[in-house]
């Protein structure tokens, strides 16, 4: 259940005994190897070398630790590079990854493929059925730090190709891109190039969208070659990749990617490089509910959160017990194994800096003891609930067609969040804050996508930030609210289909008869905040503010700002179609304004409740003998949950009676 | 008088003849159409295909719409950067302008030239007296969006010959340049380099200044091409180009650009993109007079606001009624010909959030209707003054070598601003300054360019910004104020020659005598406020602070700031010349200050002003049968001016006695 | 002991003549000249021409003013790039310094240094003997505006060949850099790229270090190179180069630049460019203690500020006496002779807004009134004390080693400061700010390099920011303190190798047992403020917030802040170690808290402080006759020490009893 990262090769050979013990000693039971080793395994083009991995299996096998091990494909050895130029990515600013960094393999090079089909084999021939391995690690955060994308000469040619499968013929491509807008219509495929940087005006928003769609396909048939190896080779071994924080930064199609594994993973960090604070508690839960929800199942922290983390800048110092509750968030949520990231801190190399559960010496650091505690304390009862699924009545659905096209036209300055020129978070900042509030309220709520998701097993859907609509979905959310489905919609709902066109109706257009509204007007406001009210509560909303006009719904809210011409216009509204209902909600709410909104929509729904403040997370989990809720304080100083005191960053897992 | 923007090639022939329909209901008698339409006029190099401008000319001219044609060369086709690569334009961060943008082509590219040759004289033939057409924009806004400026190899080449034709020997251009600083002596015009991107220290003055005069010479001639084809194969169609804003952005003279064209014509969007409020009305009125002034006549809007407009971010939602107002306004200071930007909302393309009087369904919209209106309301009493002067006795003298020279060495940093990095505003803005308070006093107030100004039809001419003077315009100015003018005189005057050369004189050098008071000291406060009091009046300067010391001037205000140490010195000084006058103004006032500064100067000059508040805008029309008042109420709140109440955004035309 | 930097080639005959009298009249007997000639002196490949420096030299001679002859290779011929094009530097983002900029040759090409040899070598052949010449500047600021760093072709190929010198193997350096850290084996010394852009994982730290490392040998190594041309023709002439600000800017080890040369020489500019004020004199007083520090013997200001300086941008205008207060403050600290930039202000090129003691005109100006009249005030009591060691019993120790890795490295966003792109400055403003408080309370303080220093001269030991440390050097400090040296210690000592490695110790690792102390946490604050309390007084801490714990050690300050969950444990301590004390301080003071500190330290180690508000300095200097107390107002008001009034930006010099 609880696991280390370690790396057996950037220390001695009698490191690793004393290391054993040290892990034994703290409860540990798996270890994560070999995600960076390649160069050590493939020293020279074709000319393996596998005795370091051979010695240290076998230590860990006799010391009864099991491991996943990594295929090494997420760092290229230098000679491969030195002799295939074409084998990394491109950044848009024409960088390239070349060696002394990681993630420079591009999905899309020939040359990259052939050399990581070679090493993976190797390696699933050799260790397909070792005993000690129960697991394998694909790569290591495919798509991380901007390679997602990839601006090189491969990925163009591939590129080509892949919209020559896709349109067929290019009078086909032109119709669908609109290129008869600024006169961009091709003669063929090849006079096409990549939509990199520009000066001014970008590229036709539908061909960015392709782009985004091609760089997704390209990462997930490289993954799923890796797949299709270890499957041959491997017995009774578990194959995952780990995503990374945070969610709908890449632009690749996570539900597919694990569609073919058998786990999601993820990277569990609160808190990374110089913040000043860790994130606040509801994107963690967020993120978590996230990884669960791709496949709607229990998952994998392939790496927890141990230390300070940072590459040449750090930021906040976790206070004691903040770690031990982090570890219990990310179990709470669903999560069935953590992997602590990691060990022992590396004396060398570009993560000198990302602090493990031991620092550079090895002594016993506080980190060690307050996880060795936790995890005796989580263990007292996880084993009855840590394999059951996560219950929930509501659900938020995200859509990696709407990722992506927030990513290059997110419409308001609101939408879009660039902490580093690579990324564009607008998408996750936004479906946090349409979770946050019902996870203070602490309503258990899945986030899951769009493409495989039963609606009918929630009371509630919450549809926000779907721009790009697919006209099958809407009429699966049709169907669900016909028979008595709860929704809630969000602004500029359904106003493009698939190509990247603006649907010829007024917004928003397929999704009009069920909302009972239609909306003429809007505004893109940025951050900054504007007034409104339901009835006599007060509230705010920012980034887009749609003037509802309802046509059958009922106003639950209006806007309240004078500074505002359409003061009075109505900006929330709740349509009654067929058994089911729409809630319609025109702009972004701020968090104690949703907090409003979901308790009004929730208490109608029947669905009950849990505020204790802000700070405070409870979620509810099942068991087999008992029923759990899990109470987390989020905070500096101590609060009550009814007659039971938290400490601050203290957890309680209280059994309840089994419900049915 | 009232056309529209419209782009048949992006929509079904079905629509054509709906949309003619909707567009006669709405009282719209012309349409521009095809500036982007290369690739679908010349499917393949040399191959022309003007079915679909036969057809739609045909529709136009059965339902009696006049039509603009753009000559299509604000986009190349893909086939054109496919066979040769020079074409495009290459950005100082070396960015191509690949296809998929737009204003790819680069004007000194002779591929770029041959090619527009071939497309322009075409359409000139066979269209040249087509009887739909009652005009022609060539191009597209030509220099927009950075495209003023190309660090291509084609440019290179270009440059060292226009240089060559300049300075005849290399040795003249060394030492026009001072190239004995930093050892820069070349010794052939083949060693000459662009002064692109620099690491820390840039390039020459000098050098930047004749290479940005050298791009508007390129993008002159480009247009001047396209102008002499027209000329030879049109008849009875006028000619003009669109200019785009700000107006001082681009380092091309436009005073030259428009000399062979019928009109000036610019696109006016008060409001654009993610921007939270409109410009300020001052800014956009500064914008038409300098449009206005390039010809000193009536023009044309080639792009009038009718809805929300941005690529990806939006922002602003016009108020109602705020439409009408920029109607109005555009009218009010000499616009004759009205086309709203763009009839119906591309449903693709970069330019689908570019919102038009109908959105992407064909409903009737809010603006549709609001337009409507605006239009009987303006046609009422506009035939009697349109076409009619705008009359002034004040004008703002504006120079295209210090808006270069400000763009490459702004000397403070309140006169620089780039909202984008290929622009640089701040000879906008501080314009806009200078202007905005005799806007404020509604004092009709004519903005031109130095180049071909009869200063005598002025009783108050204002020069600002003027550090790199032409000792032929310093005469100019001397025999105007000898005789009898009034000159206001802003900072730096004088103090550079048009080589770039510092002159080697106190400043203001060549202006001393008039100005009456030299200026040995001066600081560069950025945007901080200084103190500043005319008698017991008080103000705040900024930007530029001199210390200006009277020789035969008298002190009008002194610095009155305790936290400078040159608090009591002079600040604006007046002096007599012969019969004329010389204000010196030592610093950019802030416009509340510029009020009472102008106050008092226009008050002397006998000079009527009418001050109603900071956002009542009356401008003074002459018509044939009457004089008129137009008042703009440009705030949200109600107004009054004098016994007229002006409703949030109202607009009233006034019709009075008709003056001598 | 005053001369100017004067530019003749930019100038007339006639006025070489005209500005000798006006330099005579000035008080000026030296002139600096020549550093930017080069294409003036060899105008094609070895074709030179001496005709005007022959001629300059003859009336300077003349004139007996003394000459400094700068060697011209900071700005190189436009012939010399169009013929190798290899010769120039490359900057991390690829930009080439072409002709039209300076500093462009790479200190690693081959070219530069062959063209560099045969200019230098003919102008010392040629005036090595000329008797009006007292000393060679070599090139000019070496290593300013980024050009400390080459990523060029040229940089690529020896750095690969400096890695092979060092390691000798390639197992050796894989090993030395942690590669097999991120699979980064090399196979040999060939596969080694430049560590440049990177799109997200930065490179290598250790790799990093070498790199710097290996630029610092690279300039160093070309500076050499004319210091042995020179010395083998030259007779009584000095040799120096000048360094520019700020000092730890550059990755050049500058105690090694000036070894073999013999004078230190610095450029010192209080204000520059756009900036609203001057830095805070203790800021300048750094500086100057630095360049004194680097030989431990008075140096030349190569150029003293004596005019608003900037290239497009300008901002402080000096206040009267400034100019005055700015020259004794650069003489108080150990400078001998002055060099006033520049004599008269260039017409044309990139230095135009560099105002000079003239300006554009010839005129008289106020500058020059004041910079006479205190030259004549100085010239009363200089002779006596200026050729005089600065005395001091505290020293702030430096180390170039640690400059590299703060720069790639910082852990903290407040020790990052990145003003413009190529540079990082935090460790200046750190050091600046563990200097300011001891200026302030005006103890005579030398800054000095670790590399060669005698501790034992100092009563008081300062060791911030040494996060990589040499093991030697720990062993000399510890003998200093075990001798009765004091030391204050800084945070993040000694936790790193100088191969980059962290320590496998609890910090502070070798100095744990001088210093009494472990750190097992930390937190990185960035730039907020954390409070501490020194029993009853309270303070304030930033950037890095170590939790010190106290082994032997007397706790001196605790973290006082309620928002940190480690308020009450200990920031500063003190130990007694055997006859010496060692203070360890796990935070970054403010200024005010620095006070209180340094206030209790030197108060038991009996060294007596002079505070008379934050805005006097006051410099304590040893003549033959007197002793001498410098008092220098740096503020706009009026100010009294004792009973002395010091008028705004007024100094006194203030003989004294001599002491012993």
């Known amino acids: 259940?609880?696991?280390?990262?370690?790396?057996?090769?950037?220390?001695?050979?009698?490191?690793?005994?004393?290391?054993?013990?040290?892990?034994?000693?703290?409860?540990?039971?798996?270890?994560?190897?070999?995600?960076?080793?390649?160069?050590?395994?493939?020293?020279?083009?074709?000319?393996?070398?596998?005795?370091?991995?051979?010695?240290?299996?076998?230590?860990?096998?006799?010391?009864?630790?099991?491991?996943?091990?990594?295929?090494?494909?997420?760092?290229?050895?230098?000679?491969?590079?030195?002799?295939?130029?074409?084998?990394?990515?491109?950044?848009?600013?024409?960088?390239?990854?070349?060696?002394?960094?990681?993630?420079?393999?591009?999905?899309?090079?020939?040359?990259?493929?052939?050399?990581?089909?070679?090493?993976?084999?190797?390696?699933?021939?050799?260790?397909?059925?070792?005993?000690?391995?129960?697991?394998?690690?694909?790569?290591?955060?495919?798509?991380?730090?901007?390679?997602?994308?990839?601006?090189?000469?491969?990925?163009?040619?591939?590129?080509?190709?892949?919209?020559?499968?896709?349109?067929?013929?290019?009078?086909?491509?032109?119709?669908?891109?609109?290129?008869?807008?600024?006169?961009?219509?091709?003669?063929?495929?090849?006079?096409?190039?990549?939509?990199?940087?520009?000066?001014?005006?970008?590229?036709?928003?539908?061909?960015?969208?392709?782009?985004?769609?091609?760089?997704?396909?390209?990462?997930?048939?490289?993954?799923?070659?890796?797949?299709?190896?270890?499957?041959?080779?491997?017995?009774?071994?578990?194959?995952?990749?780990?995503?990374?924080?945070?969610?709908?930064?890449?632009?690749?199609?996570?539900?597919?990617?694990?569609?073919?594994?058998?786990?999601?993973?993820?990277?569990?960090?609160?808190?990374?490089?110089?913040?000043?604070?860790?994130?606040?508690?509801?994107?963690?839960?967020?993120?978590?509910?996230?990884?669960?929800?791709?496949?709607?199942?229990?998952?994998?922290?392939?790496?927890?959160?141990?230390?300070?983390?940072?590459?040449?800048?750090?930021?906040?110092?976790?206070?004691?017990?903040?770690?031990?509750?982090?570890?219990?968030?990310?179990?709470?949520?669903?999560a069935e194994e953590l992997y602590f990231f990691r060990y022992r801190t590396a004396r060398f190399g570009q993560e000198q800096l990302c602090y493990g559960i031991l620092d550079h010496s090895k002594d016993i650091t506080w980190k060690y003891k307050e996880i060795k505690t936790t995890i005796q304390q989580i263990r007292q009862y996880a084993d009855d609930f840590i394999n059951e699924d996560v219950p929930a009545s509501v659900a938020i659905i995200h859509d990696i067609d709407n990722v992506r096209n927030l990513k290059h036209q997110p419409i308001s300055e609101g939408l879009k969040l660039s902490p580093v020129p690579f990324a564009q978070v607008g998408y996750d900042v936004e479906i946090a804050n349409w979770y946050a509030a019902l996870n203070v309220l602490n309503v258990n709520t899945h986030i899951v996508p769009s493409a495989s998701t039963d609606l009918n097993k929630y009371k509630v859907v919450v549809l926000p930030l779907y721009f790009m609509m697919d006209k099958e979905f809407v009429e699966t959310i049709e169907s669900y609210v016909r028979n008595g489905g709860i929704l809630i919609l969000g602004y500029r709902a359904g106003i493009k289909d698939k190509n990247g066109w603006m649907i010829d109706k007024i917004p928003p257009c397929y999704f009009t008869s069920m909302a009972g509204v239609q909306v003429s007007r809007f505004e893109a406001v940025g951050n900054d905040l504007v007034k409104l009210k339901f009835g006599l509560l007060r509230g705010n909303c920012s980034k887009i503010c749609e003037i509802v006009e309802p046509l059958t719904a009922r106003v639950m809210a209006r806007y309240n700002d004078k500074k505002k011409h359409y003061k009075g216009e109505a900006v929330i509204t709740v349509n009654r179609y067929h058994k089911g209902k729409v809630y319609y909600v025109g702009s972004s709410l701020t968090p104690s304004t949703f907090l409003i909104f979901y308790y009004k929509v929730l208490k109608k729904a029947g669905i009950k409740t849990h505020f204790y403040g802000r700070y405070i997370e409870r979620v509810f989990r099942k068991g087999k003998l008992h029923d759990y809720e899990i109470l987390l304080n989020h905070s500096h100083s101590t609060k009550w949950v009814g007659w039971k005191k938290l400490k601050p960053y203290e957890f309680k897992i209280v059994p309840l009676k089994k419900s049915m």
Not at 52 to 72: Q, W
Not at 85 to 113: A, L, M, Y
Not at 300 to 319: K, R, T
Request: include cysteine; hydrophobic fraction near 35%; aromatic fraction near 14%.
């Open 1 to 334: 259940m609880f696991g280390v990262d370690y790396y057996p090769e950037q220390w001695t050979e009698k490191d690793w005994d004393e290391d054993i013990t040290i892990l034994k000693n703290l409860g540990i039971t798996s270890v994560r190897i070999g995600e960076f080793t390649w160069a050590l395994l493939e020293p020279e083009e074709g000319k393996f070398d596998f005795s370091f991995l051979d010695a240290i299996l076998e230590k860990f096998h006799k010391a009864e630790l099991s491991v996943v091990l990594g295929t090494p494909t997420a760092s290229i050895p230098p000679w491969l590079y030195n002799k295939y130029r074409e084998v990394v990515q491109t950044s848009i600013d024409g960088i390239e990854r070349i060696v002394g960094t990681r993630r420079q393999g591009c999905f899309s090079s020939k040359e990259f493929w052939v050399a990581s089909e070679r090493i993976v084999t190797s390696l699933a021939k050799r260790y397909g059925k070792h005993p000690a391995i129960i697991g394998w690690q694909i790569d290591n955060e495919p798509g991380h730090e901007g390679s997602d994308i990839s601006y090189s000469r491969s990925s163009l040619k591939k590129f080509r190709k892949w919209l020559k499968a896709k349109y067929k013929t290019i009078q086909n491509l032109n119709y669908s891109w609109g290129n008869v807008f600024w006169s961009a219509i091709y003669n063929s495929f090849e006079e096409i190039e990549l939509p990199g940087r520009h000066v001014a005006s970008n590229f036709n928003p539908s061909m960015i969208q392709d782009f985004y769609r091609f760089n997704s396909d390209s990462l997930i048939q490289y993954i799923e070659m890796q797949i299709d190896i270890l499957k041959k080779y491997t017995q009774n071994q578990i194959l995952f990749t780990n995503l990374y924080p945070s969610p709908f930064l890449p632009v690749t199609d996570m539900e597919q990617l694990v569609r073919n594994l058998d786990f999601v993973a993820w990277d569990n960090y609160p808190v990374w490089g110089p913040l000043k604070e860790p994130y606040p508690h509801p994107f963690v839960s967020a993120c978590l509910e996230y990884s669960r929800g791709l496949k709607n199942k229990n998952f994998i922290v392939a790496e927890q959160f141990s230390g300070m983390q940072g590459h040449d800048i750090l930021g906040y110092l976790p206070a004691p017990g903040q770690i031990g509750l982090w570890m219990m968030q990310s179990i709470a949520h669903g």
